[in-house]
């Protein structure tokens, strides 16, 4: 299960890559990525056959040795990119975001909106368009299996750790309840759950695939509408945030819980594999993501505390921001 994978890199070989990226320059640093990207193409062989099994699905041919080379270098760009919007360094990058009316909308009434993204592209996008909100961005994530590169990067930013809510913490809910009360945003992303026993399988890109039903029960306990939200690469320090209305409210009756989460799911599940399609290099799940294990088990209960970590009662337009420094 992915949660309980240490995530891989070298503290030195990140910290070697601020220091040259900082101090020498950004074309410095990323000549680094090229090796790191072979290095994982030809010691990873789980990672190398996820991303094959994936291309396999939204390239419109087979898949070669290049297009998941290309895979992984898109990550490794990712990740290397990431690096200077944490520290703020984001002369030169260009965001821009679509769907802006969208998320003006679901703040219209006050409530706060919850953001569903997923590892597709780059979620630091948020956080960089958060410093220019009108309203304060929260970053709800499970943090149990970050490892060296994680804790260096996250340094660039001290501020950071305030905006991150921890997925399993006692304080999590009440955390993300009051910053909904406050009119907030809270990003969190729908398609990983940190425990496998709390999915439910639906259709994805052919085949049946689990995905969490936390996220959208937390929707459902807090009442809060619910936005689309994906900021992916389309070029060299170029991004691209979309964000799509999804729900204004999502309503669970008593009764039927279980089938109509499982509806949700799904519509999240379609939105997610037509960005897949679109952009194919941005999806960064490595790791069978349609693993039979996982597909197989059975649909959540609705009388279960805790969903898939996340701390829910279960019985209850277009436009361009800047990224200058």
């Known amino acids: ?8 890199g070298s503290r030195v070989l990140v910290r070697l890559m601020i220091f040259l ?31 094959r099994g994936f291309l396999t699905r939204v390239l419109p041919r087979p898949p070669g040795a290049a297009d998941v080379v290309r895979h992984i270098f898109t ?13 703020n360094r984001t002369a030169g990058f260009t965001i821009d975001a679509t769907g802006l009316d969208d998320l003006t909308a679901a703040l219209t009434h006050g409530r706060g909106c919850l953001l569903l993204g997923a590892h597709l592209g780059s979620f630091e996008v948020l956080r960089c ?16 299996n970050g490892g060296a590169y994680t804790t260096l990067v996250e340094a660039l930013d001290p501020a950071l750790r305030q905006d991150i809510i921890e997925i399993g913490t006692p304080e999590a809910m009440l955390r993300v309840h009051e910053s909904l009360q406050r009119g907030e945003i ?4 729908g398609d990983r759950a940190p425990h496998s026993d709390k999915l439910v399988t639906v259709p994805f890109l052919g085949d049946p695939a689990p995905f969490p039903t936390g996220p959208l029960l937390l929707a459902a306990a807090l009442g809060a509408p619910v936005v689309l939200f994906l900021g992916v690469r389309t070029g060299a320090r170029t991004y691209t945030v979309h ?21 949700h799911v799904q519509r999240y599940a379609r939105r997610l594999e037509h960005f897949c399609r679109r952009y194919p290099f941005n999806w960064f799940n490595f790791y069978d993501f349609w693993d039979a294990r996982l597909a197989s088990s059975p649909a959540p209960q ?24």
Do not use: C
């Open 129 to 144: 368009f958060g410093r220019q909100s009108p309203v304060p961005v929260k970053v709800l994530m499970f943090r149990g």
């Open 186 to 189: 809270v990003g969190i992303l």
């Open 1 to 8: 299960m992915w949660s309980q994978r240490r995530e891989r």
């Open 21 to 51: 990226s900082f101090r020498l320059g950004r074309a410095t640093g990323q000549a680094l990525l090229y090796p790191i990207t072979l290095y994982f193409y030809l010691f990873s062989p789980a990672a190398r056959a996820a991303s």
């Open 75 to 87: 990550f490794s760009r990712v990740l290397f990119d990431r690096i200077f919007l944490l520290s």
């Open 243 to 263: 964000f799509e209305h999804f729900a204004d409210r999502i309503v669970l009756d008593r009764g039927n819980r279980v089938g109509q989460i499982a509806l």
């Open 302 to 325: 609705p009388a279960a505390r805790r969903h898939a970590g996340y701390p829910v009662d279960a019985a209850t337009g277009s436009g361009r921001f800047s990224a200058a420094d």
